[in-house]
């Protein structure tokens, strides 16, 4: 048990597998959402923003808190690194949309495999955009 807890540890310092841990969290909140929006007849396109945008939202919170540990403590503090997020994050929505769009619409793919797709290369530009945009105060939480 002791070196289960060691190697859970060793992994918890590693900011890549943090965010590939809550990346695939931020993911599933975006396909489950998307899924939901489609079965509840909503269109392509909406159902799409809408799944986005709560991921974005999740995706702040638990990369904020737990993948780069910004010592944002009042909400005031999180307001710039909220804007550069949100910025970055609309870069990388423009491109999951025209992809699943291009995927779904125009080459005829299954929606949901057209949004999982296009999810790979949206995690990757997502952390570069998080470890070297958004949150680069230095502000980190000690021990």
């Not at 909220?82 to 609309?90: E, G, V």
């Not at 990757?124 to 945009?133: A, D, E, Q, T």
Request: proline share 1%; net charge positive.
């Amino acid at each position: 048990m002791k070196k289960i807890k060691e190697l859970i540890v060793r992994f918890y310092e590693n900011d890549v597998i943090r965010y590939i841990f809550f990346g695939g969290c931020t993911t599933l909140v975006n396909l489950v959402v998307f899924y939901v929006m489609r079965k509840l007849g909503t269109g392509l396109n909406t159902a799409n923003v809408i799944s986005i945008i709560t991921a974005i939202l999740f995706a702040y919170v638990v990369n904020s808190r737990f993948v780069f540990q910004d010592k944002c403590r009042t909400l005031k503090d999180h307001i710039h690194p909220f804007c550069k997020f949100i910025s970055a994050r609309l870069v990388t929505m423009v491109i999951e949309v025209g992809g699943v769009w291009l995927l779904a619409e125009i080459l005829h793919m299954n929606d949901m495999l057209s949004k999982f797709l296009t999810q790979f290369i949206v995690l990757v530009l997502n952390y570069i955009f998080s470890k070297f945009f958004v949150f680069t105060t230095g502000k980190r939480r000690e021990g």
